[in-house]
């Protein structure tokens, strides 16, 4: 089966090693790449700041036998796995064949058309847009502590979550950002059988199935559980999640097959004190297992079927 399979990510086409930008989980991309070629795809890593268009890219690394080969040549690729992140790669309208669908990007990209799309399991949200907008909806919100974050943000960045009368206090690190209000999901009471505070469950779907699910636990003090602000990640078993999660995650995994052929994404939930699942975001971009966890493999070898599924 001579098709190409590349990974994309944003480096400049220098040297003999692509993923020196990732560390610990670099074997686990490695292990992605070995599983592409035994699927009898030709197996790449590529750059974003190469691509020509077309599905085309004018020079790339390609991996064989354990090994990079950097190539300057012009190769097309069959299917993209898109590891740049954000929605400016590929182009608006381009015809790439992609791993999520630019579709679906905007949805994970956009809280706000996220919360348009499932805000029925989601924490009560209410546009903002410019933050001096906030006057005009703060008091909506009834709970005690609220939650204002940038409807495109990535890792945690520029989130407040606090008091109403704290927020004259919150300086954004980058000006301009649009955001979004949100009430506030108290995890403190934990998830039965799972962890016993504050928390961030995260539920991983591929192929129409949960492939991998783990916790993120705040740094002590914090609010927030992303890995950026210091939380700690623990893989845990999905069948000890919640029975009402699992509905959900059902609905929304069976909704989502369907009308956006087949994506790759993760949904993040908290416990409410009422034992009440409520999702906190949609995500496209999806962190890797660690090499020791259990479901590494299992994880990969869905991202495979899923390859697959779009060029077979």
């Known amino acids: 089966m001579d098709k190409h399979v590349g990974i994309c990510f944003s480096n400049e086409l220098v040297g003999n090693n692509p993923l020196s930008h990732i560390h610990i989980k670099r074997p686990v991309y490695r292990r992605l790449l070995e599983f592409i070629q035994d699927a009898g795809f030709n197996s790449f890593v590529l750059t974003r700041k190469t691509y020509e268009g077309d599905s085309i890219f004018i020079g790339g690394w390609v991996f064989d036998k354990g090994k990079f080969k950097i190539i300057k ?8 796995y898109d590891r740049v992140g954000g929605i400016t790669f590929p182009p608006e309208d381009d015809q790439m064949l992609v791993v999520n669908r630019r579709d679906f990007k905007l949805l994970a990209w956009d809280k706000w058309k996220t919360y348009q799309k499932v805000g029925e399991y ?8 410019e933050l001096s907008g906030i006057g005009k909806v703060v008091d909506k919100i009834t709970t005690k502590n609220i939650v204002v974050k940038p409807y495109n943000s990535l890792k945690g960045n520029d989130v407040f979550i606090g008091q109403k009368e704290n927020l004259e206090n919150f300086i954004p690190e980058k000006a301009g950002r ?6 506030f999901v108290d995890t403190s009471k934990g998830i039965p059988n799972l962890t016993g505070g ?3 469950l995260r539920v991983v779907i591929i192929n129409n199935k949960v492939v991998w699910s783990h916790i993120r636990v705040p740094a002590e003090g914090k609010f927030l559980a992303n890995a950026a ?3 700690n990640l623990t893989e845990i078993d999905y069948d000890k999640v919640p029975e009402d999660v699992k509905k959900i995650v059902k609905e929304i995994s069976n909704r989502f097959y369907k009308k956006y052929d087949n994506p790759v994404f993760s949904i993040d939930f908290g416990i409410n004190e009422k ?4 999702i906190f975001e949609i995500n496209d971009q999806i962190g890797f297992p660690r090499w020791e966890m259990k479901n590494r493999d299992i994880f ?4 495979i079927e899923n390859f697959k599924s779009k060029i077979t």
């Not at 040549?73 to 993209?80: A, G, M, N, Q, S």
């Open 73 to 80: 040549e012009r190769v097309k690729i069959d299917l993209i």
């Open 122 to 129: 989601m924490p009560k949200t209410f546009w903002v847009g």
């Open 178 to 183: 649009k955001y979004i209000l949100q009430e």
């Open 198 to 200: 504050s928390h961030d």
């Open 229 to 231: 602000q210091g939380g």
């Open 275 to 278: 034992g009440e699942p409520k």
């Open 300 to 303: 990969l070898k869905a991202l």
